[in-house]
């Protein structure tokens, strides 16, 4: 599966930072890293995983093999499909259906609302939780052998950010940066 060129990466050699941005432009500051015999490792930003790049060949060789830029396909169905409305099967108990037959609009109306509702009051638990685990998995990749990881590792899952920042000082530069920015998204969305 190839990787889609705008998706948000960071390179290291060793535990140095050489790349950070859209994988399709950090690709030449990787390739070079790989082709000098460095061997980099290449980090999604969005959920902390290594990225497998295949930098064989030459530039313009490992650049087509990138994928195109994310992109929503636009869906086409039953339903109203302007809207993205598609028709699905939902099972209820008939008291159920009787109360969203009695709601002002509808059933249909009646459960948009209450789906929305619902995302709504998770998003921001859900953001912080995924943020959380990006960088555990980014911290366990690249630090995993430091001093203080196990209570850097405490104290993000605690949502305690100043004890978590106060572990990860002593860490290289790139990679304490890196894990602090990732980790913020945890406190920003409602962790701890």
Do not use: C
Not at 34 to 49: C, K, T, Y
Not at 62 to 79: D, I, M, N, T, V
């Amino acid at each position: 599966m190839s990787v889609p060129a705008d998706r948000p990466v960071v390179a290291f050699t060793d535990q140095r930072l050489i790349a950070r941005g859209p994988v399709g432009e950090a690709l030449a500051v990787i390739h070079a890293a790989a082709a000098a015999g460095e061997g980099p490792l290449v980090f999604d930003l969005i959920d902390g995983r290594v990225v497998d790049l295949d930098l064989r060949g030459d530039l313009v060789a490992a650049r087509a093999r990138l994928g195109p830029a994310s992109a929503q396909p636009e869906k086409r169905g039953p339903g109203r499909p302007k809207l993205g409305v598609t028709a699905k099967e939902v099972t209820l108990l008939p008291r159920h259906w009787d109360w969203l037959s009695a709601q002002p609009g509808g059933a249909s109306v009646a459960l948009r609302k209450l789906v929305e509702a619902q995302m709504r009051a998770g998003e921001g638990p859900e953001r912080a939780r995924r943020a959380r685990e990006a960088a555990y998995r980014f911290m366990t990749a690249m630090a995993g052998d430091r001093p203080n990881y196990e209570e850097a590792t405490r104290m993000l899952f605690a949502g305690d950010w100043t004890a978590f920042d106060a572990a990860v000082e002593g860490w290289p530069e790139g990679v304490r940066d890196v894990v602090r920015a990732m980790a913020e998204g945890a406190w920003r969305n409602g962790a701890g």
